[in-house]
């Protein structure tokens, strides 16, 4: 854990149920513990970690900072790697969301786990999910998934129940999917009941895991969403009539061949201003600036 205030490092947490036992899987990277994701609670007593694929399954491990040790351990959470995890509320610990390369989300409360059995699932994506990110309204939370595709999803919506959906898998990290593969998984997806509020297209997911966010709840009320892409775009939609709204583009600098990936972007809680970083370690800053109102100055 790192102290930003002070810029120094304040502890090193082991996430493994034993963190004295060997595990017998210890030289076996693609078996051993591996944590792809990290969320700290809203109390920052907690700690939940999405982590890889093991032999059975990939597990979420929740990390008491107090006690320093793993409070909860839910054993084959998802059958492929978690990539992404956050929690609905961050004053409620308990409740929070998974994605997975297995295709689903998955909602889970760890005051009522059964056999590390979810609340819920949320069926409807055709491939791995890269990011989960909630409203913090304990009703709406968003998806982005290595199908191309941003879904926003209704928490109340959800299956109680595990059922055979079609995956499509590929490496994302080395191919493209082609428009002619995203109709087909678009064909799927109704076919299949996608149980999606809604689903945004055009920014790329390929080569790492993009993330995607709500805008701030003070300027824009949370109306918008928006997410980094694999062209070095930043994708802007509108959740109300399921528009892409806004494309923003860096400059690009005379030595690049191609825009980098921009995998991540902050929107100001206050301001309307982003903070974009890409792959080719530059940072831009956005401002929007709005002439509605505005009156022509004249000498």
């Known amino acids: 854990m790192f102290d930003v205030k002070t810029s120094k490092y304040t502890a090193e947490m082991n996430f493994k149920d034993n963190p004295n036992s060997m595990d017998d899987h210890e030289f076996m990277w693609f078996y051993s513990l591996r944590i792809f994701s990290l969320k700290l609670s809203g109390d920052n007593k907690e700690i939940i970690a999405g982590c890889g694929r093991r032999e059975t399954g990939a597990p979420v491990q929740v990390y008491d900072i107090n006690a320093s ?11 492929n790697d978690i990539n992404t995890i956050d929690y ?4 409620q610990s308990s409740i929070f969301i998974t994605g997975s390369d297995d295709g689903t989300c998955k909602l889970w409360d760890t005051r ?7 609340v819920g699932i949320f069926y409807g994506h055709m491939c791995g999910l890269t990011c989960v990110s909630s409203k913090e309204d304990n009703r ?9 595709s ?3 999803w209704d928490l109340r919506k959800t299956s109680t129940e595990s059922k055979r959906y079609p995956i499509f898998s590929y490496d994302y ?4 999917i082609t428009p002619e593969s995203i109709d087909q998984l678009q064909k799927h997806a109704k076919a299949h009941k996608d149980q999606s509020v809604m689903t945004f297209y055009g920014h790329k997911v390929h080569g790492t895991l993009i993330r995607c966010h709500f805008s701030p709840k003070y300027s824009t009320g949370q109306r918008y969403i928006y997410s980094g892409s694999y062209d070095g775009k930043i994708y802007i939609y509108d959740t109300i009539s399921g528009e892409l709204v806004s494309c923003l583009e860096p400059p690009r600098a005379e030595d690049e061949f191609d825009h980098p990936t921009m995998r991540d972007c902050s929107w100001h809680p206050f301001s309307q201003n982003i903070i974009t970083t890409n792959f080719a370690g530059a940072i831009h800053r956005w401002e929007h600036m709005c002439t509605k109102d505005a009156q022509k100055i004249t000498k």
Not at 69 to 79: C, F, Q, T
Not at 112 to 118: F, L, Q, R
Not at 140 to 148: L, R, T
Not at 173 to 176: H, I, L, V
């Open 112 to 118: 009522i786990i059964n056999n590390n059995k979810p």
């Open 150 to 152: 941003l879904k926003l």
């Open 173 to 176: 990290r080395y191919q493209e």
């Open 88 to 91: 609905v509320d961050k004053k």
């Open 69 to 79: 040790k793993v409070k909860y351990s839910i054993k084959g959470a998802h059958s």
């Open 140 to 148: 709406y939370f968003i998806s982005n998934s290595k199908d191309q």
